[in-house]
Each structure stands twice: as C-alpha cells, then as structure tokens.
C-alpha cells in the first residue's frame, strides 16, 4: 500500500558527484567537473546527488558555480552525517584531499546528532550557493544518535523552509520502517547493480509497495561493468581501485567474462556495456531513478541512452540466469 511520494527528480537519471569530485577517483578539475554538470543538464537530467565528504566540500562549491543563475531548473539531493576534524561520532576514516590515507589531515566520523546537522546543512548552503535543499539524505547511519532525534531535526529543516524532502542511504528495510514512524521518507539510496543485487528484493521491493523513491547508486561497480576492456588498465595511486579486491586481476577476468554472456543482450538493445548495466537496474520493479557517477562530459551522455529502454521481462529473467553463475564472485566494497 502506497503511503507517500515525495518529489523527485523528473529524470530516472541523476548525475552523481563523488566520482566529479575527484576524492578517492585519481582527481579531477573544476573546469571537467562544471563542463560535465552542464552536459547533464543539455542531456535533460535535472537532478544532482552531492554529498560533502566528497572532496571535502569541494564538489558542492563547484555544483553551486555550475547552477549559478538556473537554480530552479535543477534539483539538488545532499547528505549528512559524515563530518571532519571532530572528535565526536563514530570513527570512519582518515583521508587527504585525494584518498583515504592512514594520518591524513581529515579525520572522518559518523555523527548525526542535532547540532551537527544543522551545522553541516549551513555550511552546505553557504557552498551550494542556495538557501534551499530538494532532498536531504541521512548519508550513513553513526549507531549512536536516537532515529527519532535524527528524523525530528530534519522536520525542523523542513519546516524552516530549508529542505524539501526527507532521504536515507545504506539503511535496512526495518530502519526506514523506524523513520517512517516519525516523518515522510521521500527516497533511500542503496548501491544496486548486476553485481550488487541484495537491495533488487529487499529494500526496492520494500520501496515500491509503499510509494518511497528508490535511488541506485553504483550501477556500474565502480566502472567494472563499463566495458570489457579493464584487463591490464592502470589506475592513478589516488584512485580506490588501485587497491580494491573487486579489480585484482582475476575478478577483472571474471567480470569481463559476465560481459561477454551479456553481449547479445546489449547487442539486441542497442547499448554499449555502461548502458546496458545502467538500464537493467532502470528496469528492476521499484526503482525509480538511478546515479550517473560520471567523471566527463562524454559519460554522461552514454549514460543517458539507457533512459527509455525496456527490457522484456523474459530477458531480464534470462539476465538474472547468467547473472547468478557469478554470485559471491565480487567482495562487497567498503565504501
């Protein structure tokens, strides 16, 4: 039973921002990252995910440029939750501007209590350049401040005239439940892709049956599902992929052997391998819209052949087929 929709996007595409940001991807310049946030807007995608680790407040700074003078045709969906040099919440990581680095200069925690998230959504207002948030997304959960704590100081928000709409990520289906208890959840965010499909029976079907947007994140597992070719590519030290399990030189072989069984399926959509893993998970039941982690202009319009397509529920029974055969196969990423 449907209880409540909030406002999303008009576009099921999203631009997402932490791989323009530069932060754990091997960098990235401002111009490349505002040039990229005008092609998804020529490319009618109207929505923008942010968060500010992300470069450490450096993406919402450029995000804020790039909308100058267009705020209103462009919704922007930021976080909370993930903050700095701060000796409270629970210890995450430490990181440079680059990458997470064991002794870096920013000591990230989780911490959601009030005070800090009024402070972060200042601070984020003051980088984006607006006085208003669309969606606002609890970004990861600190397993310390009270839901209801966390929940009515988003109200608050709301009710100030500050945000739009509620978000959560990377929670279970009973945590939504626990919020719902105390204000409209508009959207949750968890990775989904052929690789990471936990959340396609769980949380998307759990999303569907009660009118809450569903938003995907990590279609292409960090650019493994991109294209057939990863075998031998060298990555910058600052890129994560460097020293992720998911790209030691086997599970490149493995995923480029899933892409290969998948060829007559792109082949008969008329999509290359980015495309056709981003319109599958466009086509799982209750999805709503999925995150365009692009890190140029020409990714974003590749991205953007996979809106509209339909894949035929026999095909996407077949796809699950192959796709099972590598379960376990690709070690869940840390981040």
């Known amino acids: 039973m449907k209880k409540y929709a909030g406002r ?82 629970k210890r995450a990581f430490e990181s440079d501007e680059q990458a997470v680095i064991a002794g870096g200069p920013y000591r990230v925690r989780l911490w959601l209590h009030p005070d800090s ?71 949750d965010q968890e990775r989904l892709s052929l690789l990471d499909r936990k959340a396609e029976k769980n949380n998307a079907a759990f999303c569907r049956k009660r009118g809450i947007g569903f938003l995907a994140y990590s279609s292409l597992a960090s650019g493994l599902l991109a294209c057939e070719s990863l075998v031998g590519k060298e990555y910058s030290p600052s890129d994560q992929r460097t020293v992720s399990p998911r790209f030691a030189p086997e599970k490149r072989e493995r995923a480029a052997s899933l892409l290969r069984e998948l060829g007559p399926f792109r082949e008969k959509y008329g999509l290359d391998c980015a495309g056709f893993a981003t319109a599958w998970v466009l086509n799982i039941p209750g999805v709503t819209h999925v995150l365009a982690g692009a890190g140029n202009p020409d990714q974003i319009e590749n991205s953007r052949k996979a809106v509209g397509i339909k894949i035929s529920p026999e095909d996407m029974t ?18």
């Open 8 to 89: 999303l996007p008009g576009c099921p595409l999203m631009l997402g921002t932490w791989r323009l940001s530069g932060w754990m991807w091997g960098g990235n310049d401002k111009q490349t990252a505002i040039r990229t946030i005008y092609a998804a807007a020529d490319n009618g995608i109207d929505g923008i995910d942010t968060a500010p680790v992300y470069g450490f407040g450096r993406i919402e700074e450029w995000i804020g440029e790039a909308v100058r003078g267009r705020r209103h045709t462009v919704y922007i969906a930021d976080k909370c939750g993930m903050v700095w040099n701060t000796p409270s919440g």
């Open 318 to 335: 077949a796809i699950g087929g192959i796709v099972s055969r590598y379960d376990g196969d690709f070690p869940t990423p840390k981040h």
């Open 117 to 187: 998230i009024r402070r972060e959504l200042e601070m984020s207002l003051r980088r984006l350049k607006t006085d208003f948030i669309d969606l606002y997304q609890v970004h990861w959960y600190d397993g310390i401040t009270a839901w209801d704590d966390i929940m009515e100081t988003l109200i608050r928000f709301r009710e100030e005239g500050k945000i739009g709409e509620i978000g959560l990520c990377n929670v279970s289906t009973e945590k939504i439940l626990r919020c719902l208890k105390t204000a409209p959840v508009a959207s």
